[in-house]
């Protein structure tokens, strides 16, 4: 079994071309293409949430599939936007929802709000990339996530958006291998923890998050048994031997040395 660390670094390192080959995929091209044909025609928040094709294909590409039933959840979440600080959008915890609203600003734009970037080649970009880490997910669990965190990252400002995304979370706390226990704890308890072992700062530089991806996906597979056998990555955190599974001696040097306080 090919180790997490090696799959990811194989996505990540081609993810440009990871990308084109997910759009030209015959399901994936024919669900954009009936997209990219009809939203435009769009013009009310009804209109969009009774084309189940257009909807469902707009929920997935903001990682809410799991939602698309709930269309009186999502209809408050359009039809109040995100202008107000008190909207139903901008008082969720999970951002996602914020983000769509914004994406598909009905609140704000009326009849415009499916004409403008962010609802047409914006929301495919999303739904290629959404698909490309579900497809890996389906394979390793451990890359779907470290995908994920690739990619929400550079976004993220304070440990509270980590806590608040059960996603990046679970990177985090498996990374630093901290224990699944201590979301029981007070946020605010957690957030201290957090803070003291991560700099989000680090995380808009590249080479810093690539590291603590590599370590996150390390660990991971120490984690998970069947995988912990075939990641050479895990010698360096475990003491052992390593093996040749197409990890360079940058990249294990940089697990080794990897520092996990600020």
């Known amino acids: 079994m090919t180790s997490t660390i090696a799959t990811y670094q194989m996505i990540s390192n081609n993810i440009v071309r990871q990308l084109q080959q997910t759009a030209k995929r015959p399901d994936v091209s024919r669900d954009t293409d009936y997209y990219l044909q009809h939203i435009g ?31 009186a959840f999502m209809r408050k979440v359009l039809t109040e936007g995100v202008t107000s600080s008190t909207s139903f959008a901008n008082k969720l915890v999970d951002k996602r929802y914020r983000d769509f609203a914004a994406a598909f600003n009905f609140a704000s734009l009326g009849d415009r709000a499916t004409s403008t970037t962010a609802a047409t080649t914006g929301t ?11 497809d890996a997910g389906s394979q390793s669990e451990g890359v779907r996530l470290a995908l ?22 679970q990177v985090a706390q498996t990374a630093l291998d901290i224990s699944p226990m201590t979301s029981m704890a007070a946020v ?25 991806l590599q370590r996150f996906s390390a660990m991971w597979d120490m984690q998970n048994t069947d995988a912990a056998s075939s990641s050479p990555a895990l010698t360096i955190i475990t003491g052992g031997q390593s093996s040749d ?3 360079n001696a940058d990249i294990l040097t940089s697990l080794q040395n990897l520092k996990l306080g600020r």
């Open 41 to 71: 025609q769009v013009k009310t928040i009804d209109q969009f949430l009774g084309d189940y094709r257009l909807y469902s294909y707009a929920m997935k590409a903001f990682g809410l599939s799991d939602m698309t039933y709930a269309k």
């Open 148 to 169: 994920y965190f690739e990619r929400k990252a550079p976004s993220i400002t304070n440990v509270m958006q980590i806590l608040s995304d059960k996603a990046l979370l």
């Open 124 to 134: 495919v970009s999303k739904y290629v990339r959404q698909t490309l880490e579900e």
């Open 188 to 212: 605010d308890k957690q957030a201290t923890m957090l803070a003291k072992q991560i700099n989000v700062a680090d995380f808009k530089d590249p080479a810093k998050l690539r590291t603590f």
């Open 245 to 247: 599974m197409g990890l």
